[in-house]
């Protein structure tokens, strides 16, 4: 049986995921969390062979949890399951670490069919995944700006983009007004830009969000 354990803020979501899970004769859920924190207080009881995580979450992000289980030396093999735009994140997924990456959008059997996979210890990239890096390579689109920016940097010009405040970035995010501010300071600089309206026009025209 393949172990897994689901990450992600949203119990609908888990839910959802248990009942096409119980649906299969070789994966089973062992456990389900909502933040980092709680996924981390289970690393030591804990001995999963997926993990299924979506990368936005409230405090550290997904892409932080990446790098720990990469640091950590774990076993596990994780697959991102998130809304979060494929042409944007995929790659930073799987340079932190990720085994494979899957839209929310996607059916129930392409979920299963990724798990088992990366349960083998096989990269999962969607057919959309595939054809849109086989793009990005042939165009020479990995030249754009912001992919020079840092994970948190990132995720810190993508909510600029949304309409978020630094005070609400800070509050999302769990850091400080302060932090957040040298964060939009070095976005600003990197992408050569000049304000946050900048920021917003630049995710736009990148399709950031």
Same mark, same amino acid.
């Given at each position: 049986?393949?172990?897994?354990?689901?990450?992600?803020?949203?119990?609908?979501? *888990?839910?959802?995921?248990?009942?096409?899970?119980?649906?299969?004769?070789?994966?089973?859920?062992?456990?389900?969390?909502?933040?980092?924190?709680?996924?981390?207080?289970?690393?030591?009881?804990?001995?999963?062979?997926?993990?299924?995580?979506?990368?936005?979450?409230?405090? #550290?992000?997904?892409?932080?949890?990446?790098?720990?289980?990469?640091?950590?030396?774990?076993?596990?093999?994780?697959?991102?399951?998130? =809304?979060?735009?494929?042409?944007?994140?995929?790659? *930073? %997924?799987?340079?932190?670490?990720?085994?494979?990456?899957?839209?929310?959008?996607?059916?129930?059997?392409?979920?299963?069919?990724?798990? *088992?996979?990366?349960?083998?210890?096989?990269?999962?990239? =969607?057919?959309?995944?595939?054809?849109?890096?086989?793009?990005?390579?042939?165009?020479?689109?990995?030249?754009?700006?912001?992919?020079?920016?840092? @994970?948190?940097?990132?995720?810190?010009?993508? *909510?600029?983009?949304?309409?978020? =405040?630094?005070?609400?970035?800070?509050?999302?995010?769990?850091?400080?007004?302060?932090?957040?501010?040298?964060? #939009?300071?070095?976005?600003?600089?990197?992408? @050569?830009?000049?304000?946050? %309206?900048?920021?917003? #026009?630049?995710?736009?025209?990148?399709?950031?969000?």
């Amino acid at each position: 049986m393949i172990s897994v354990c689901i990450v992600d803020d949203h119990p609908i979501a *888990r839910a959802g995921l248990k009942v096409i899970l119980s649906e299969t004769d070789d994966v089973v859920v062992t456990s389900e969390v909502g933040s980092a924190g709680e996924f981390f207080a289970k690393l030591n009881d804990q001995d999963w062979q997926v993990i299924i995580l979506d990368l936005t979450l409230p405090g #550290r992000g997904g892409l932080d949890i990446l790098r720990e289980i990469k640091e950590r030396g774990m076993q596990s093999k994780v697959l991102v399951l998130t =809304s979060q735009p494929e042409d944007q994140y995929a790659i *930073r %997924a799987f340079k932190a670490g990720a085994f494979g990456y899957l839209s929310k959008e996607a059916i129930s059997t392409d979920l299963v069919a990724a798990i *088992r996979q990366v349960a083998r210890g096989e990269k999962y990239l =969607s057919h959309r995944l595939a054809d849109s890096l086989v793009e990005s390579i042939v165009h020479e689109t990995d030249g754009v700006p912001h992919k020079q920016l840092s @994970n948190r940097e990132f995720d810190v010009m993508r *909510r600029i983009g949304i309409g978020f =405040s630094v005070s609400e970035i800070a509050d999302d995010l769990v850091l400080s007004v302060k932090t957040v501010s040298t964060y #939009r300071t070095r976005i600003l600089e990197k992408l @050569n830009l000049k304000n946050s %309206a900048d920021i917003v #026009r630049y995710v736009i025209q990148y399709k950031i969000v």
